[in-house]
């Protein structure tokens, strides 16, 4: 199902999270080729932006291949996150401009950005409306339900935007209390999109194609947003994708198809930062990609201590070899009973 984000065609309902320090360009890429619709890059300070810091401009590079996608800001001053906003416009490649007001953490919360806003609908609408008239682009706001379970502001925070002339809300089922803990209340996002009438994107304990059309199902919602579960996993954005169009489920990827994506991801990444930066930033997200895959404890803890670009490779390969071996001796026995 096509949708919109003001002007800017969505070409199905798979939508990637903003995550910080995953959703760079490099991965943002993979995505696209494994079918999301829109992509939203990791979230950028506003005062990176302004003071021009070369590694925050270098976070605003969009490749031509991963459109349509979103540059998300953050910031605490409505002055500095119009300017950062007005950068965005003139200055990126990016088709949407995003307002993160659901980032729980207390480094961002304390400089009064992220979910902090969450508890004053007034200023999402002064903060939403002051960006809004500054730029060309379409603006979208990514929000959590509320501050904490006595504090939930959810209808009152998205209609505050959309009076405020965002073209798309994104809403994280949980509280900025909760963090990444406990479950989303899919209920919450219900009660937001039965009230909005501007595109509404669902976030939260989407981690397989059933649970997105569920989500969808149940809350009415424009688009399913993906966040951690297509971390080592792309192959999650094809099957929700397929799933949604024909309720047919694909197969969940091999290991040697995990593996090789694997290697791949990292190779961009280097190409994208650099073999110091790159490989020290796949650590993290390598264990990803061997989630699931039996056997695979000492191969994670021999990527986290790698150096290189070829001890990386080098790991993965002497991986691959020793499960194929397993698959064929599974199969051997297989065959003689």
């Known amino acids: 199902m096509k949708w919109k984000i003001g002007d800017v065609e969505i070409p199905n309902q798979v939508v990637v999270a903003p995550m910080a320090g995953v959703t760079n360009s490099a991965f943002r890429v993979i995505c696209k080729e494994f079918g999301a619709g829109y992509v939203v890059c990791e979230m950028i300070s506003d005062r990176g ?8 401009l270098n976070m605003m590079n969009v490749d031509p291949s991963e459109h349509p996608m979103g540059i998300q800001i953050f910031g605490g001053t ?5 300017e950062a906003a007005k950068y ?3 200055h990126t490649a990016a088709d949407v401009i995003d307002i993160n007001m659901g980032c729980p953490v207390n480094k961002v919360v304390k400089t009064d950005a992220g979910a902090r806003w969450l508890l004053d609908p007034n200023k999402v609408y002064e903060m939403v409306s002051s960006v809004t008239d500054a730029v060309k682009k379409p603006v979208t706001v990514k929000m959590r339900t509320g501050w904490d379970d006595k504090h939930i502001y959810a209808v009152e925070n998205a209609l505050a935007a959309e009076r405020a002339g965002a073209s798309a809300i994104a809403m994280h089922g949980r509280t900025r209390k909760q963090m990444y803990t406990g479950h989303a209340d899919w209920n919450i996002l219900k009660e937001v999109a039965d009230h909005l009438t501007i595109p509404f994107m669902a976030n939260g304990d989407i981690r397989t194609p059933e649970d997105a ?6 809350t009415g919602a424009t688009a399913a947003m993906i966040g951690r579960a297509a971390m080592g996993n792309p192959w999650m954005l094809t099957r ?7 309720g047919e489920l694909l197969p969940e990827a091999t290991p040697n198809e995990k593996i090789k994506m694997a290697k791949e991801h990292l190779n961009r990444l280097i190409d994208l930062k650099g073999e110091y930066v790159g490989v020290r930033e796949f650590r993290g997200l390598s264990t990803y990609y061997l989630k699931g895959i039996p056997r695979s404890a000492r191969t994670k803890a021999a990527l986290v201590e790698a150096e290189t670009r070829d001890q990386m490779n080098e790991i993965f390969d002497r991986f691959a070899e020793q499960t194929a071996e397993r698959e064929m001796k599974r199969a051997a026995r297989k065959q003689a009973q």
Do not use: C, P
């Open 240 to 246: 929700t994708e397929h799933y949604l169009e024909t």
């Open 49 to 56: 932006i302004m003071y021009h810091n070369k590694r925050t």
């Open 213 to 218: 059309k569920k989500v969808l199902d149940m």
């Open 78 to 82: 409505k002055e500095t996150l119009v």
């Open 88 to 90: 965005v416009d003139e």
